[in-house]
């Protein structure tokens, strides 16, 4: 199975902070990488998916990008509700689309 | 309104057994792949298994393999999770979701809690 990790696996950041969380796959996926948002006792959130496109509805502070093997989710300037959970999950390997071990945004 | 809503879930000794259903609405069911995803207390998302739109291709995780079968009747609009040999670490909340073309998550349901204990 293809592996996913992500870095850091937790971050302190202030509003209007720029924060950027890196996930690699352990072999390459194309652009085959989604990005939830999940927040405690809530469903996660699809934010982007195909590596770079803006789920209809996300602000447009959210972004991602990369390919092959290393990707990159940013919020160019943090809200306070954007303090979360974010996992990036990998859709290349047939119907085994392995979720990263998460990265935690709080409050400095 | 999209719909997913799961049941089965319940307390079962090591070992055991239990069968998950979801039962969908609001869309076409036969049109899209769907998948079980779990989340341990406390932890983080696993991805368990997934089903193509007829149940010709199907995956699933290194940690369930051979003791989960994922199914689905899209007659019935209904997704399943047959799990056996069940262990303490199975203990989760276990959500239907639909998948995207590109493999992605929109709609998930609530989920519903499996508690492996002796």
């Known amino acids: 199975d293809i592996q996913m990790t992500q870095s850091p696996s937790s971050l302190s950041a202030s509003v209007g902070d720029r924060v950027t969380i890196t996930c690699r796959a352990s072999?390459?996926?194309?652009?085959?990488l989604n990005w939830y948002q999940q927040k405690p006792g809530k469903a996660p959130k699809l934010l982007i998916y195909?590596?770079?496109s803006l789920q209809s509805g996300v602000p447009s502070r959210f972004s991602g990008s990369g390919s092959g093997t290393d990707f990159t989710l940013t919020i160019s300037s943090l809200q306070p509700e954007d303090f979360a959970t974010y996992y990036c999950?990998?859709?290349?390997?047939?119907?085994?689309?392995?979720f990263g071990p998460g990265t935690k945004v709080d409050i400095k | 309104e999209v719909q997913l809503v799961e049941s089965g879930g319940g307390v079962v000794r090591p070992g055991g057994s239990l069968r998950l259903s979801c039962a969908a609405s609001?869309?076409?069911?036969?049109?899209?792949?769907m998948s079980w995803v779990r989340q341990a207390p406390g932890k983080g998302l696993e991805w368990v298994s997934g089903?193509?739109?007829?149940?010709?291709?199907?995956g699933y995780a290194d940690s369930v393999k051979g003791r989960f079968t994922i199914s689905r009747d899209n007659a019935k609009n209904s997704l399943y999770l047959q799990m056996n040999s069940l262990r303490a670490e199975d203990t989760a909340l276990y959500h239907c979701?639909?998948?995207?073309?590109?493999?992605?998550?929109?709609?998930w349901g609530q989920g519903t809690l499996v508690t492996v204990s002796s």
């Open positions: 979701a639909r998948v995207s073309w590109v493999g992605a998550i929109y709609y």
């Open positions: 609001g869309f076409t069911f036969d049109d899209y792949g």
């Open positions: 089903i193509n739109w007829n149940g010709g291709s199907t």
């Open positions: 072999q390459s996926i194309s652009s085959y």
């Open positions: 195909a590596a770079s």
């Open positions: 999950q990998q859709s290349y390997s047939t119907w085994i689309f392995t």
